[in-house]
């Protein structure tokens, strides 16, 4: 049973077919970065209160590196989501929407690639 009017027909309205998946991929973003924080929290102590040594020896830890790795990746797609869809909410007109989300993704990629290598970094010094 097909529930669209005939003028939206017509007129080629109706579902984009994109949301749901958009939707569903930024609440599985949000449920990883619960526990990921747990190494971001941990990670944010030690540059506190440890000395500098002592949190490069934290982090030089396959599952700590990979922990955070992980938590800068989902963070970043996670925030790329969420300005995405305000862009959509609030940018009228076609050429700067599509504009403005090319370059937040751009940047939130080159942010996480940043980070993801000042890990590996750490991660190869002696």
């Known amino acids: 049973m097909n529930m669209r009017s005939p003028l939206s027909k017509a007129r080629g309205l109706g579902s984009a077919k994109s949301g749901t998946g958009h939707w569903w991929l930024q609440r ?10 747990y190494w971001l929290v941990t990670l944010m102590r030690l ?4 000395p500098y040594e002592q949190t490069v020896v934290w982090l030089k830890s396959p599952v700590n590196s990979t922990a955070i790795s992980a938590w800068v ?3 970043f797609y996670h925030a790329a989501m969420g300005l995405q ?3 959509e ?10 504009i403005l989300i090319w370059l937040v993704n751009a940047v939130f990629f080159m942010l996480a690639l940043s980070a993801v290598l000042s890990i590996i970094r750490i991660l190869l010094a002696g």
């Open 89 to 98: 909410d609030y940018v009228s007109h076609e050429g700067r929407k599509i």
């Open 47 to 50: 540059c506190q209160h440890a």
């Open 85 to 87: 869809v305000v862009i």
């Open 73 to 75: 990746m989902v963070a």
């Open 28 to 37: 599985v973003s949000a449920v990883l970065l619960i526990p990921l924080s």
